[in-house]
């Protein structure tokens, strides 16, 4: 029986048998959630196929989050929902990005075709069982931790189908601990395996190679309150192996609050990840047996991002450095992901073997101003000493890449439309890398949750 079995046994078992008692009904939550997003992409250089230089797609999202109580006693049962529906308002066949028919989906949608299907849904289910502050997920999960982080930089989020073990017995001590066996894309109605960038198969997801196990776990410490300290392990099996160590620290300084953010990854290779080309990552590889560049996973990450808040002002600045032969790699199935990385932007994610990147931030909080619900920001990062190489031959040497983000939101603060949010959030990208493309991509959202319970 797999994790969704379960859950879906374990659900109707509850409401059958628990449904009377107390807690798992008067604690029960349940919101509508729409986002009505808008996205399109400007890729300004040739050489791309037909129909791929602009893509443009909109559409509207609607995700149901339903969390019951727990039963009463010992162990508390209950059952946690999210139902996906995406419907299609613009994507004609030139604006989906997926020309040959090849990719699993567009920047939104996913693919009948080389065209966008109307309409897709999904059912997440998850049974949860809690003792003292010890509580069991099965089924559909959402974490963000340092070694696994679901994305939502689109209409509908991305999900993962597994186990997660979360525990607070301790004060100041959080464990974590889980296996993840498939996700399930942002742009996707179905489950997929999990892989890496070089091995998941780029453009053609079926030459990708996929497992369906990775393992984490870690701790955060809350030294006081206002310093955390983390350690987290990740294992995607025959891909790679990962620690984590982080700090997060808030201080008080004249009128205003620093805070600084430090974090490291140490990644290597795990299984046939080791010796099997079918499963090397994208990275710096001069003379690896595929010779185009690709080989095991080898990388040290480090970063450091400092944010100064006063009156309504965040001034930031950051630096990071990844060092050896392979790109940080993350959970990638191609077809939309994310890192935990304070440079893990818009477009890109600053991360490819050897890369040294340092940014500047600055954001504005209008309520200050007596605008509450108003804010803008604008980050812009610079990444060099990048190598690349293909057919055993450099084809970048020491090249560079920066993004400029931009993003400005608003949320009615009071009233009949009250939590109603419109965000416009604007990217340029620019690169000397072989075979990349410099890119520009505006995305509008409009945003709105309905409490049900």
């Known amino acids: 029986m797999n994790k969704s079995t379960l859950a879906l046994a374990v659900a109707v078992g509850l409401l059958a048998q ?38 443009a797609e909109w559409g509207q999202g609607f995700q149901l989050d339903f969390a019951s109580g727990f039963t009463q006693g010992t162990v508390g049962f209950g059952v946690d929902a999210i139902g996906l529906l995406g419907v299609k308002l613009d994507s004609s066949t030139a604006k989906h990005g997926n020309p040959t028919g090849l990719n699993a989906g567009g920047s939104v949608f996913p693919s009948d075709g ?75 109605s179905n489950n997929e395996g999990l892989s890496i960038a070089g091995a998941n198969g780029g453009s053609n997801y079926d030459a990708g190679k996929f497992v369906n196990k990775f393992y984490y776990g870690g701790v955060d410490y809350k030294l006081n309150k206002d310093l955390l300290l983390q350690y987290y392990y990740g294992n995607l099996e025959d891909f790679y192996k990962q620690h984590f160590l982080g700090l997060t620290h808030n201080w008080s300084i004249g009128p205003g609050v620093l805070k600084t953010d430090l974090r490291y990854f140490n990644s290597s290779d795990d299984g046939k990840n080791g010796s099997n080309p079918l499963y090397y990552s994208s990275g710096d590889y001069a003379h690896s047996s595929t010779g185009n560049g690709k080989g095991k996973v080898d990388n040290n990450l480090y970063s450091g991002l400092f944010l100064y808040t006063v009156e309504g002002h965040t001034f930031g600045g950051g630096y990071q450095v990844s060092n050896g032969s392979s790109d940080f790699p993350w959970l990638n199935q191609g077809d939309g992901s994310s890192a935990y990385l304070t440079t893990d932007m818009q477009i890109q994610k ?104």
């Open 114 to 188: 080389n065209h966008a299907v109307d309409d897709f849904s999904s059912l997440g289910l998850t049974a949860k069982a809690k003792i003292s502050q010890t509580e069991l997920r099965i089924g559909t999960l959402q974490p963000k931790l340092p070694v696994i982080v679901t994305n939502d930089g689109r209409m509908l989020p991305q999900t993962f189908e597994g186990g997660q073990i979360t525990s607070s017995e301790f004060k100041d001590l959080t464990f974590t601990g889980g296996q993840i066996e498939h996700a399930k894309g942002r742009n996707s």
């Open 18 to 55: 628990q449904a009377s008692a107390a807690g798992f009904i008067e604690d029960s939550k349940a919101t509508l959630k729409l986002r009505n997003f808008y996205i399109n992409n400007d890729n300004r250089d040739s050489g791309a196929p037909k129909n791929s230089n602009y893509t």
């Open 350 to 453: 600053f991360a490819r073997a050897g890369e040294r990147t340092w940014q500047a931030r600055y954001s504005y909080d209008f309520a200050k101003l007596g605008v509450p619900g108003l804010t803008a920001g604008a980050v812009y990062l610079r990444g060099d000493n990048i190598d690349t190489y293909s057919g055993n031959k450099q084809t970048s040497n020491g090249a560079s890449e920066w993004e400029r983000d931009i993003t400005v939101a608003y949320v009615v603060q009071e009233g009949t439309l009250k939590n109603l949010g419109f965000m416009w959030k604007n990217a340029m990208w620019r690169n000397d890398i072989a075979s990349q493309r410099d890119q520009d991509e505006n995305r509008l959202i409009v945003s709105y949750s309905i409490p049900l319970l």
